[in-house]
């Protein structure tokens, strides 16, 4: 029983993070996290740390998060970072995509490079294969692009070559500087001219467009975003809301924590039914109370207590999971610390999201969460009486 629910967590995980299953996982946290030069790692890299320094052989995909993240290395497929300063000057086998408050790309990218940041610098060594989407602050451009380049930026110095179009919405100033080499259209919307120095190319036509000032209107396809970033904002919310309190448990509630998570891995199934019978029979007590005028104020008092253990309930769900999956990963016993109840909730979280079979999933694991809640407090219930 307990193999079959470890192997669908695990599964949960592998098809949210998109990790190969023939392959082992590289996971790490930390204050600096860091692949050598000579370190081979077969499988995905996922790591969070003050300081990430990945400069070895990649042959999946990179998961970074960090204060600084620097990738010097060689990655075979994709990179997905975020941090306070990101760096990327090792060769990389299919698509970049990047977040930071300075971004700096100087390597090689087969495919397509995403950027958002504050200032963000490509360098006279970089080489894009692919097209470039950029947001940002500041961007200045002096590597090789061989597809095309799309800006949206406060200020942009286009100072190396691009083969293919160049389209920019610029609010200050665009420059060319004088080894720009543009190979076709340079079309972008600015109040400003582009400030072009001597020697820059531009082989293409050359295109202002006034900034645009009205309004969009209403169209299905709007609503349709409103509609997705409004779910995509909520399920935040409640991922947010689901790790505060699952920290909370962990850190208050240590020795409970403990029993609730061990008698759930246990009794899984019987614990569900107790759940089961719990969340039904309490209701209806309640119910049968508040419609007393005796019952009245202890009504009050068990619904207070039901709604709290409700929310424990949501809580410890997120525990429960990452302590499973901590031990299937680890093959060792979790400590029931930030790490399984973080990784637990996340899973948690995504999965119930899935419709029919995501809310069955989290409608059972409630379910036992409760039960093994209602166990836990049992021997500390007999032995008041």
């Known amino acids: 029983m307990r193999t079959k629910l470890f192997v669908v967590s695990a599964l949960a995980v592998a098809f949210f993070m998109s990790a190969p299953p023939v392959e082992a996982a590289w996971i790490r946290t930390g204050d600096v996290t860091r692949i050598g030069k000579s370190e081979v790692v077969k499988g995905d890299v996922y790591t969070s740390a003050g300081n990430v320094s990945l400069d070895g052989q990649m042959q999946g995909d990179v998961f970074a998060v960090g204060g600084t993240v620097r990738v010097g290395g060689s990655v075979a497929q994709s990179i997905f970072a975020a941090g306070g300063t990101v760096d990327v000057s090792g060769t990389v086998g299919d698509d970049v995509r990047v977040a930071g408050g300075t971004v700096v790309i100087d390597g090689t990218i087969e495919h397509d490079l995403l950027m958002m940041g504050g200032n963000v610098l490509i360098q006279p060594g970089a080489l894009i294969k692919g097209d470039v989407f950029v947001a940002g602050g500041m961007l200045t451009m002096d590597g090789k692009?061989?597809?095309?380049?799309?800006?949206?930026?406060?200020?942009?110095?286009?100072?190396?070559?691009?083969?293919?179009?160049?389209?920019?919405?610029?609010?200050?100033?665009?420059?060319?500087?004088?080894?720009?080499?543009l190979e076709k259209d340079l079309v972008y919307r600015s109040r400003f001219a582009v400030v072009r120095e001597d020697g820059a190319v531009v082989r293409g036509r050359v295109e202002q467009q006034a900034p645009k000032?009205?309004?969009?209107?209403?169209?299905?396809?709007?609503?349709?975003?409103?509609?997705?970033?409004?779910?995509?904002?909520?399920?935040?919310?409640?991922?947010?809301?689901?790790l505060v309190m699952a920290l909370v448990i962990v850190s208050v509630f240590k020795r409970w924590t403990k029993l609730v998570v061990d008698h759930a891995r246990h009794d899984f199934w019987w614990d569900a039914f107790r759940g089961l019978v719990t969340m039904i029979v309490t209701p209806i007590v309640i119910v049968l109370l508040l419609a007393s005028i005796l019952g009245l104020p202890v009504g009050f008092a068990v619904l207070?207590?039901?709604?709290?253990?409700?929310?424990?309930?949501?809580?410890?769900?997120?525990?429960?999971?990452?302590?499973?999956?901590?031990?299937?990963?680890?093959?060792?016993?979790?400590?029931?610390?930030?790490?399984?109840?973080?990784?637990?909730?996340?899973?948690?979280?995504?999965?119930?999201?899935?419709?029919?079979i995501g809310w069955l999933f989290a409608g059972i694991l409630c379910l036992a969460t409760m039960g093994a809640m209602v166990a836990s407090v049992q021997p500390w219930w007999e032995k008041g009486r």
Not at 150 to 158: E, Q
Not at 216 to 235: D, H, R, S, W, Y
């Open 145 to 181: 692009v061989q597809g095309n380049m799309r800006v949206a930026a406060g200020t942009l110095s286009l100072n190396g070559t691009v083969q293919g179009f160049v389209v920019a919405d610029i609010d200050q100033k665009l420059q060319l500087g004088k080894d720009a080499r």
């Open 213 to 242: 000032v009205t309004m969009p209107k209403a169209t299905e396809k709007n609503v349709k975003t409103a509609m997705v970033g409004a779910i995509v904002f909520a399920l935040l919310g409640k991922l947010l809301l689901a």
């Open 304 to 356: 207070a207590v039901y709604s709290v253990a409700m929310m424990a309930a949501y809580a410890w769900m997120g525990v429960i999971v990452g302590a499973w999956l901590w031990k299937w990963i680890t093959k060792k016993e979790a400590e029931l610390n930030w790490k399984p109840a973080v990784v637990g909730t996340i899973v948690v979280t995504l999965v119930g999201a899935i419709p029919v």
